[in-house]
């Protein structure tokens, strides 16, 4: 069973800049269609970017131009680069794998806290 951890999270301020990886394990990554979601706090979980085993990439519209997800297959992880930080990107962020870009598959990571003050 694949198992993930993400890293990358902190407090940063308004209009800077962060990396988000996240690390599975296991020998099937390259088949695996890898996703990033975030909660925020008394909201439900949504979808952030998805990125899929032929590196086709959706994001959400709310992210759009400011998010890039992107994967090594060789390092068996994927990163999502958030640039222009908004406070209301404060969120835990969800790093998911599964083999469809429709929904999210069956795994989660433990998530990330990312905090952005205004």
């Known amino acids: 069973q694949v198992q993930l951890v993400e890293s990358g999270g902190g407090l940063l301020q308004a209009g800077g800049s962060l990396r988000l990886s996240c690390v599975a394990s296991?020998?099937?990554?390259?088949?695996?269609?890898m996703g990033w979601y975030r909660q925020a706090p008394g909201k439900q979980r949504e979808l952030v970017a998805v990125i899929t085993t032929g590196f086709s990439a959706k994001y959400a519209d709310s992210v759009m131009g400011r998010f890039t997800i992107n994967r090594d297959n060789a390092k068996n992880t994927v990163y999502l680069e958030i640039n222009s930080l908004k406070p209301e990107d404060t969120a835990v962020y969800y790093c998911?794998?599964?083999?469809?870009?429709?929904?999210?598959?069956?795994?989660w990571g433990q998530g990330t806290q990312v905090t952005v003050s205004s």
């Open positions: 998911n794998a599964g083999y469809s870009a429709l929904r999210p598959g069956p795994t």
């Open positions: 296991g020998n099937i990554f390259s088949k695996l269609t």
